[in-house]
């Protein structure tokens, strides 16, 4: 009865056998961190923001300017002074949150642009390794608790963006 049990067993798990699948899995934090596309980018964005950036900066300055300026003086200032310096400050505070706020959310929306333009990139590799490897499934390093290291093709996905640049 057991040799039975266990013929059956075997008859019904050489099938499964017969379709095992090929998987591999892809680190994408680590394949993001090693594209030398992100510097580019980087740079990009800097040159596209940095009149922006840098007058918010400038306003920020000012802004500390002033306050000191309260602190140091204050003692020696008339009222309608005082008055005069925490309007000016409260404008400029205002000013800054609503440039600032600008800023934040349009430097957002542009690096989502270019990640969503590398991911698109970095999809297209992962695809070719895959076919050329004959890879059945590819998953993210994040969704598998254990992956033999010759299994994880991050870094051909990185070699194969680096040399396509």
Same mark, same amino acid.
């Given at each position: 009865?057991?040799?039975?049990?266990?013929?059956?067993?075997?008859?019904?798990? $050489?099938?499964?056998?017969?379709h095992a699948e090929k998987i591999a899995v892809v680190d994408?934090?680590?394949?993001?961190?090693?594209?030398? *596309? !992100?510097?580019?980018?980087?740079?990009?964005?800097?040159?596209?923001?940095?009149? !922006?950036?840098?007058?918010?900066? *400038?306003?920020?300055?000012?802004?500390?300017?002033?306050?000191?300026?309260? =602190?140091?003086?204050?003692?020696?200032?008339?009222? $309608?002074?005082?008055?005069?310096?925490?309007r000016e400050l409260e404008g400029l505070q205002a000013d800054?949150?609503?440039?600032?706020?600008?800023?934040?959310?349009?430097?957002? !929306?542009? =690096?989502?642009?270019?990640?969503?333009?590398?991911? @698109?990139?970095?999809?297209?590799? @992962?695809?070719? @390794?895959?076919?050329?490897?004959?890879?059945? @499934?590819?998953? *993210?390093?994040? $969704?598998?608790?254990?992956v033999k290291p010759e299994a994880d093709i991050s870094n051909?996905?990185?070699?194969?963006?680096?040399?396509?640049?």
């Amino acid at each position: 009865m057991v040799n039975r049990a266990l013929v059956t067993l075997a008859f019904l798990a $050489a099938p499964m056998m017969a379709h095992a699948e090929k998987i591999a899995v892809v680190d994408m934090g680590a394949v993001f961190e090693q594209l030398p *596309q !992100r510097e580019q980018i980087s740079k990009q964005l800097k040159s596209e923001f940095g009149d !922006r950036v840098a007058e918010v900066q *400038q306003m920020q300055e000012k802004m500390r300017t002033l306050a000191e300026k309260g =602190q140091r003086d204050g003692a020696l200032m008339s009222e $309608a002074q005082k008055t005069e310096l925490q309007r000016e400050l409260e404008g400029l505070q205002a000013d800054l949150q609503l440039k600032g706020k600008a800023l934040d959310e349009d430097m957002r !929306r542009r =690096q989502g642009e270019e990640q969503n333009k590398l991911l @698109i990139k970095v999809q297209t590799a @992962i695809n070719t @390794i895959a076919e050329q490897e004959k890879f059945d @499934i590819v998953l *993210q390093r994040g $969704a598998v608790v254990f992956v033999k290291p010759e299994a994880d093709i991050s870094n051909k996905v990185a070699e194969a963006l680096s040399k396509g640049q």
